[in-house]
């Protein structure tokens, strides 16, 4: 499963191509995608907030990355 850190990544790289590209439909499903990245990321975090299942270190590591994040 991947980190909250890395679907963040996923939606930064849908809004980057949907930047250079015109308005049109393809450039609304990206943004749309980068929406879900990002939905996906913070569920990912919360559940790692609240799980003891966390891998050994992975709670660490999404708490510090999760503390810089931007939420657009």
């Known amino acids: 499963m991947k980190k909250a850190s ?5 939606a930064d790289e849908c809004r980057a191509l949907a930047r250079g590209m015109a308005a049109n439909e393809q450039r609304d499903r990206l943004l749309e995608m980068a ?3 990002e939905k996906l990321a913070a569920e990912r975090s ?3 907030r ?6 050994e270190g992975e709670h660490q590591q999404e708490s510090t990355s999760d ?3 931007s939420g657009s």
């Open 6 to 10: 890395e679907l963040r990544l996923h």
């Open 50 to 55: 609240h799980s003891e299942l966390t891998p």
């Open 46 to 48: 919360d559940l790692m």
């Open 35 to 37: 929406a879900i990245w």
């Open 67 to 69: 503390n810089g994040a």
